[in-house]
């Protein structure tokens, strides 16, 4: 029996490891660019295949993005503690957009699936906008996060009074607003 119970759970190991593989592409710190099979194991880390090459073990500091085969863009970003990010060490961000101001969307690796939205405008530092938690610790209250980003739009006048006009602050109306704005901020939105 318990040779039985040893070997469903190797089978479940390799299982999960297979079923997590994804097709794409890392930059890593260098600006190198590699393509292979990206593979994240349950407990951490990543194992990374090159094209035509055995596994390696890829340590989170030394890639910038990783992009897969249908065209998701994900970055190692520290985020700021909350609810959602109780220790503080750089996590695996879903870049939503890319532009002015960059979204990204965090979900942690286990427990519930609950969805935080950050935000940068021309630097690293990300700001926490909205989650699907009941609560969010650390990201001030609603009114302090709709101002916040309302002064990102500020430069784009017409976008800033669009947003500030519709007194939504749902995930659909925050993407909407900031896709509408790099679009007018890099000149193909006029």
Known sequence: MKLFLL???VFICIFMGKANAQVGYIITQK???IKGELRMRAFGGAKFKPENKDDISVSFDTIKEYQLSDSSVFVIKRI???TANILSKPQILQRLE???INLYQYVPPA???IITWYASKESDTLITLKTSDIFLAG??????RIAILSNMFADEPDVQAAFNATGKFD???????IRRYNKAASGTGK
Do not use: E, Q
Not at 139 to 144: I, L
């Open 139 to 144: 990201g001030g209250s609603k009114k302090k």
């Open 98 to 100: 890319h532009g002015r």
């Open 31 to 33: 600006n190198d660019t």
């Open 111 to 113: 427990g519930d699936p």
């Open 80 to 82: 700021p503690r909350s």
């Open 7 to 9: 070997s469903l759970l």
């Open 171 to 177: 995930f659909n109306t925050i993407h909407i607003y």
